[in-house]
């Protein structure tokens, strides 16, 4: 049973988790979460519903589905992943199921933007190095330990070198991703900057 749906806050420094592998050149938004889900209120049912078509074609047998990827909170994939549509959704639905990182060969920025928003760091590393975890995550369980700051997962006494982007990685570290925490953490700025207003009535507005 997963645990209970947590999203990240604030500095984000290391990342701990088993990896799964989902394989695949060019994987889309609308299969990570297809179209007929966009109209939900919120994103809090997605988790159950990504791949939700991909899932069906394959049975039981997709990745997300599998008894020994359960508990896997570090996504490993192949090249161009995210591409297709903006919908903030395919993100979301992956953070819902379990997904805390995503390493793979590439990704499209506007997935990669979308997922930096909301606290997933996508890293890269070249397509042989994909192709080794993947084959290994498939016969064996792997544990990595992820050093944002050094850009290193960590595998008993294995160190892999990720690539990250420098700015999202100052992001992550500052907790400057979370616009919400920033937001309620320079509250005192806030009301300051709104006293400064001529056209506002101060009597009426305050902020909670």
């Given at each position: 049973m997963?645990?209970?749906?947590?999203?990240p806050?604030?500095?984000?420094?290391?990342?701990?988790?088993?990896?799964?592998?989902?394989?695949?050149?060019?994987?889309?938004?609308?299969?990570?979460?297809?179209?007929?889900?966009?109209k939900?209120?919120?994103?809090e049912?997605?988790?159950?519903?990504?791949?939700?078509?991909d899932?069906?074609?394959?049975?039981?047998?997709?990745?997300?589905?599998?008894?020994?990827?359960?508990?896997?909170?570090?996504?490993?994939?192949?090249?161009n992943?995210?591409?297709?549509?903006?919908?903030?959704?395919?993100?979301?639905?992956?953070m819902?199921?379990?997904?805390?990182?995503?390493?793979?060969?590439?990704?499209?920025?506007?997935?990669y933007?979308n997922?930096?928003?909301?606290?997933i760091p996508?890293?890269?590393?070249?397509?042989?190095?994909?192709?080794?975890?993947?084959?290994?995550?498939?016969?064996e369980?792997?544990?990595?330990?992820?050093?944002?700051?050094?850009?290193?997962?960590?595998?008993?006494?294995?160190?892999?070198?990720?690539?990250?982007?420098e700015?999202?990685?100052?992001?992550?570290?500052?907790?400057?991703?979370?616009a919400?925490?920033?937001?309620?953490?320079n509250?005192?700025?806030?009301?300051?900057?709104?006293?400064?207003?001529?056209?506002?009535?101060?009597?009426k507005l305050?902020?909670?």
């Open positions: 997963k645990e209970e749906f947590q999203a806050q604030g500095k984000i420094l290391k990342i701990n988790g088993i990896c799964m592998s989902l394989e695949g050149d060019d994987i889309d938004t609308d299969r990570i979460i297809p179209a007929r889900f966009l939900c209120v919120d994103f049912s997605l988790g159950d519903a990504v791949f939700e078509d899932r069906k074609d394959f049975k039981g047998k997709h990745p997300f589905d599998l008894k020994t990827n359960q508990s896997a909170s570090i996504l490993i994939v192949n090249s992943f995210g591409c297709g549509s903006s919908r903030e959704h395919a993100p979301q639905a992956l819902r199921w379990g997904i805390r990182a995503i390493i793979g060969e590439s990704f499209a920025e506007i997935f933007s997922c930096l928003a909301i606290g996508c890293f890269t590393l070249p397509k042989k190095k994909i192709k080794s975890l993947q084959d290994r995550s498939r016969e369980t792997l544990f990595f330990e992820i050093d944002i700051k050094n850009i290193i997962a960590f595998e008993k006494s294995i160190a892999h070198h990720l690539e990250l982007k700015s999202s990685k100052n992001m992550f570290l500052s907790g400057e991703w979370d919400t925490s920033t937001l309620l953490n509250i005192e700025l806030i009301e300051r900057k709104i006293n400064e207003l001529p056209y506002i009535n101060l009597n305050r902020i909670t």
